[in-house]
């Protein structure tokens, strides 16, 4: 037989429960009020402001550049702009490569910039101005010689040159510390035949479209000639093979030269003759 319980005994337990919802329901009421009221206090307080504007990454620029290119200031509220619209403004300029930019702490904002690579320099007038791997000539200029990156000579086709910053941004920044000068060569049967002077006194003959596959091997070329023994500086072609030829060997007088010297020589001494016979006659 199934025992009977009576109502008036079940009513405590009801009752306990029915606190304990209610109890809950207040305490969700009371978190939500404190919540809602601190985030108004917030927004109005300074406390939501910008207090600090951290760049990382620039280096062709200063610092102050890219925090007036962002229209960020400090004192201006945390949530009144979106990260992605300041990094879409911001890869507007011509020299930066990619942007990120970040909310930290609530009151600081950090702006990592990515700039492209300036791997050499053109010389206008007395000026030298970088050129970054994209091809943009980057208009700041500079009197002084540069001895970060090489000089551009004789570049004035421009798609040329964009294609020869692209081959010098993969190349190793060693290799690419050790060119001075880069010099447009080219012939009827090799447009893109060019001449690199190195700072370590040796001469490159390349071509454009095969010159970081090639001379980023520049530093065991150098080893394998130095370490045969007596050597002089000379010229390294990496055109079609690689091979090397000592500036003597490359520069020494040709037999038509001497003949040419040898008949300039006899002609002046014919002349100065034929002067004596004048003069005594």
Do not use: C
């Not at 090489?150 to 020869?164: G, M, Q, T, Y």
């Amino acid at each position: 037989m199934e025992k009977v319980i009576d109502i008036e005994d079940r009513i405590p337990t009801l009752r306990e429960r029915r606190r304990k919802r209610t109890n809950k329901k207040f305490i969700t009421l009371i978190t939500l009020f404190f919540l809602t009221l601190f985030l108004l206090l917030y927004f109005q307080s300074s406390y939501s402001d910008i207090k600090t504007i951290n760049i990382k990454g620039s280096n062709l620029v200063g610092e102050d550049v890219y925090k007036d290119e962002s229209t960020l200031q400090v004192g201006q509220s945390m949530w009144s702009f979106r990260e992605k619209e300041i990094e879409e403004q911001l890869k507007t300029l011509n020299w930066v490569k990619n942007v990120e930019v970040q909310k930290h702490w609530l009151t600081s904002v950090e702006i990592k910039v990515e700039e492209w690579q300036k791997v050499a320099y053109v010389s206008e007038g007395n000026a030298y101005y970088p050129m970054l791997e994209n091809g943009v000539i980057f208009k700041e200029s500079s009197t002084d010689v540069p001895i970060d990156a090489p000089i551009f000579l004789a570049f004035e086709d421009s798609d040329l040159r964009k294609r020869l910053l692209k081959e010098l941004a993969e190349l190793d920044l060693t290799v690419l510390s050790l060119i001075s000068q880069i010099i447009a060569t080219p012939t009827e049967a090799d447009p893109y035949a060019i001449t690199l002077y190195m700072n370590d006194g040796y001469e490159v003959r390349a071509e454009i479209t095969s010159l970081s596959e090639k001379l980023n091997y520049y530093p065991s070329i150098v080893a394998q000639i130095e370490s045969a023994g007596e050597y002089e500086k000379g010229i390294i072609d990496i055109e079609v093979g690689t091979y090397y030829r000592s500036y003597p060997e490359e520069y020494a007088p040709t037999q038509s030269d001497e003949l040419l010297d040898v008949e300039a020589t006899s002609s002046d001494e014919t002349a100065n003759t034929d002067e004596e016979v004048l003069a005594n006659e």
